[in-house]
């Protein structure tokens, strides 16, 4: 009996995995030897990568890789165990000081990743008998959350707060407490929610208010993405990454004292989880020091990105990500495998990733990129459009 299970098992994902290759939907591993802050090697080739979301450059920045080198040599490679355990390294405590410090929070919460804190912060806060309101663009662990919340989950049309205020109008008396979730900038898009009228949608229905703000630390707003990022918007849970801008790896959630406090002793992301290991905090308390430092740098990717705008005469970039949408995922690949032969990377993103249909080149723009790079992207992204019926 278990060979034949077993071998049922195999049959089934072979059959899922053809049918994938069959819709140009499967994805596979690409080994890639990242040489700096933009330049990749990959099947022995050098590229310029316009597919990393390190958009300050700062994964290879020497200060940030002494801080992390620095922190093996004293704490070790891994925290060890769980933080409520023996794994709340000392460094912990000082990064999230720093962190509810930039937010203008009381407290923060530090999570292995972005993914474990969206589904570690949703359920601790709402579950069965309670509503939660997402765009309907959110990232895929806002969903997740939302699942194993158990709240009952609506989505509300992308950025569209009067939509929001409209399902809130029609469900939120139902349930005992109300999430809204969205976030700061779409990672496919690359556009920026009304956050002012969506905070004041989820408050005229008290309704808390979660921010994904995975890709606009350190990119948009003032300097490092501090209070002045969001003016006058009230956020209940304010979380983000240290692996984009920062450049590094892990997450966080900035919240009032209390809400903090329930996290770190209820999120099931946190107490069922070892702690984050210590090189990445002390890489991420670097990156913010070089944010802080070189306000220069923290302008450049939306620059970089305006730039290929301009030369395509496409919508002016709101951030550093640009979306080159061509359809179907067959044209999308085509797309990215001729850029690949010039030498540049830019990767092909293909449902479920994104809705039918809109298969794209995601292109995200980095400090480290020259000018000149840029130039040479538009030209080999040029006929891409101009065969999508643009006027490119």
């Known amino acids: ?136 663009l959110s990232h895929s662990c806002i969903w997740a959350g939302a699942k194993l919340s158990g709240a009952e989950t609506v989505a509300f049309r992308h950025n569209d707060a009067e939509d929001l205020a409209a399902k809130l109008a029609d469900r939120r008396r139902f349930a005992r407490r109300a999430l809204v979730a969205t976030e700061s900038v779409f990672s496919m898009d690359g556009d920026i929610a009304p956050l002012d009228e969506i905070g004041r949608a989820a408050r005229a229905h008290e309704a808390w208010l979660l921010v994904d703000d995975a890709h606009g630390l350190g990119v948009i707003g003032g300097g490092a993405g501090a209070p002045g990022h969001f003016p006058g918007v009230h956020i209940d849970l304010a979380m983000g990454t240290l692996s984009k801008a ?82 179907e995922a067959e044209r999308a690949l085509a797309a990215a495998a001729e850029l690949e032969a010039q030498g540049l990377l830019a990767v092909a993103i293909r449902p479920p990733t994104v809705p039918a249909g809109t298969a794209r080149l995601r292109l995200a723009f980095s400090a480290a990129h020259a000018e000149a790079d840029v130039d040479r992207l538009a030209e080999a992204v040029r006929p891409w459009l101009a065969g999508a019926g643009t006027d490119a």
Do not use: W
């Open 1 to 136: 009996m278990p060979e034949i299970a077993h071998d049922a098992l195999t049959a089934f994902a072979a059959a899922k995995l053809s049918e994938l290759d069959r819709q140009s939907l499967l994805r596979r591993l690409s080994p890639t030897h990242r040489l700096d802050g933009v330049h990749v090697e990959r099947g022995g080739r050098r590229l310029t990568s316009f597919s990393c979301n390190d958009y300050l450059g700062l994964s290879h920045h020497p200060a940030v890789k002494a801080a992390a080198a620095g922190a093996i040599e004293t704490y070790g490679a891994g925290a060890g165990a769980s933080r409520l355990v023996t794994g709340d390294c000392p460094l912990f405590g000082e990064l999230e000081a720093r962190l509810a410090r930039l937010k203008g929070a009381e407290a923060a919460c530090l999570f292995g990743s972005g993914y474990l804190a969206n589904a570690g912060v949703i359920p601790t806060f709402v579950g069965e008998g309670d509503l939660i309101v997402a765009d309907e």
């Open 246 to 327: 920062l450049g590094g790896y892990g997450a966080y959630v900035c919240a009032t004292a209390p809400v903090v406090e329930l996290l770190k002793t209820r999120a099931r992301a946190v107490v069922y989880s070892t702690g984050l290991p210590p090189a990445n905090a002390a890489a991420a308390l670097a990156a913010l020091d070089v944010i802080e430092a070189e306000p220069e740098r923290v302008a450049a990717p939306v620059a970089r990105a305006g730039r290929l705008t301009r030369a395509l005469n496409l919508p002016p970039a709101q951030s550093a990500i640009v979306p080159i949408v061509l359809g």
